[in-house]
């Protein structure tokens, strides 16, 4: 069975999306939210899976399903809705309310928007769940900051109040629609921000999008370009979230601290052109969340030939002598095993002990393929399982890599 099951996972996109293992009679034993669906569902049939009721969810797994969304939050919401409706027998036993949040709306004339968590929601009296409108969740795992932030920029909802005496800071920029500036009523607020914000809440962005396609016709017909505009510049955004990569980050964050994964890790890569000079660059995540105050360049000053290794090796006994730079919990390098083997020995000489993962194109240079030294093959589960972060790392590492020797081209000319 597991061979079958395994051969079906092959198939699965790496896409985000939500994921469905049945039991016999096509019991629906627990459902699951991704990143992207092949890593995620694969990495329950790679070793260690987690703990004792998973590991003995997997043996009665017989068959596996899935339902791609455009974006994480999407996956993240379609999730919340199956296991209300559907209450898994999985979901429900490994149910922890700390880690489990709330998205409220409140009754006031101009509805507010919070989050809560689960058990804190549970406190309150009928009185206080009465001053809510709509109810979202609970969501689990969900990064709240991170969510409100790409709601407000999809739905540009207030936070502050219609007595305010000046406009708040999302509205100068162009993140509210002017509750606080009284350039919005109350109707049209509700309107405009609210019903489409609880659509998109419910699970319908396909309805909502049509509704605002319409809207948008209108506004245009009636010459009211400049609302015309913004309903056409919220579609782009809805049509477009998976492009924004805060929330994909902060859900990284939550497996990690699911998992006990890596909370910081370097990137680097060599950028050698030969001609105008050779470079490395070193950048850093921390939580799934580039640190770019964190980040270093280097010119390489005493290799004169093309080796790409010479070159990484310059860069990380440089790094290494800076004591004073926090050490990460993964080292991840652009290229492959003489790449990882150099920075191997190094590390040997310098009396350091921290994983080292490769990342090159493959031989057919069309997917990737991860490096692991031999002391480090235990972490093939959770590098497969956190691919589409690394790689965000590595192409990072790349861009500032770039970046840098353009300057500096630039400076020669």
Not at 180 to 205: D, M, W
Not at 208 to 231: D, G, H, P, Y
Request: hydrophobic residues 35%; positive net charge; contains cysteine.
């Amino acid at each position: 069975m597991k061979e079958i099951l395994q051969e079906k996972i092959q198939k699965f996109p790496n896409t985000p999306g939500v994921y469905f293992f049945y039991g016999k009679n096509q019991e629906l034993l627990y459902v699951g939210k991704a990143t992207s669906l092949k890593s995620r569902v694969k990495s329950y049939f790679l070793g260690k899976r987690g703990t004792r009721a998973i590991e003995a969810m997997i043996d009665k797994v017989e068959n596996i399903k899935y339902k791609q969304t455009d974006s994480v939050l999407e996956a993240v919401i379609l999730e919340a809705n199956y296991i209300r409706d559907k209450r898994p027998k999985y979901n429900v036993l490994g149910k922890d309310d700390k880690s489990w949040n709330y998205i409220l709306i409140t009754k006031d004339s101009f509805p507010l928007v919070k989050t809560m968590r689960e058990h804190e929601f549970k406190q309150l009296s009928k009185k206080d769940i009465k001053q809510f409108q709509y109810l979202f969740g609970p969501y689990p795992g969900l990064n709240t900051k991170a969510t409100l932030v790409l709601l407000r920029k999809l739905f540009q909802f207030s936070s502050c109040s219609p007595s305010a005496k000046r406009p708040c800071l999302y509205y100068q920029m162009g993140q509210c629609l002017g509750v606080c500036a009284h350039t919005i009523t109350e109707k049209e607020y509700k309107q405009q921000v609210i019903g489409p914000l609880v659509q998109f809440l419910s699970g319908k962005k396909k309805r909502l999008i049509k509704i605002l396609e319409k809207r948008m016709k209108k506004e245009s017909s009636s010459q009211n370009f400049e609302e015309a505009a913004r309903l056409r510049n919220q579609i782009f955004r809805l049509q477009r979230i998976h492009d924004v990569a805060i929330l994909n980050k902060s859900f990284f964050e939550d497996e990690r601290k699911s998992e006990g994964a890596f909370s910081r890790i370097e990137g680097y890569d060599i950028s050698n052109l030969g001609t105008t000079g050779k470079v490395g660059s070193m950048v850093v995540f921390e939580n799934g969340l580039s640190k770019k105050s964190d980040y270093r360049k280097f010119k390489i000053k005493t290799i004169l030939g093309q080796s790409d290794v010479d070159c990484l090796e310059e860069v990380m006994v440089r790094r290494l002598k800076h004591t004073e730079w926090k050490y990460p919990d993964l080292f991840l390098i652009d290229g492959g095993k003489p790449q990882v083997n150099r920075v191997k020995r190094i590390f040997q000489t310098f009396g350091v002990d921290i994983p080292v993962i490769g990342i090159a194109k493959g031989p057919a240079r069309k997917k990737n393929e991860f490096i692991f030294a031999k002391e480090e093959k235990n972490l093939v589960h959770w590098v497969y399982t956190h691919q589409d972060i690394l790689i965000q790392v590595r192409d990072e590492a790349h861009r500032f890599a770039v970046t840098y020797q353009r300057s500096l081209r630039k400076i020669k000319k």
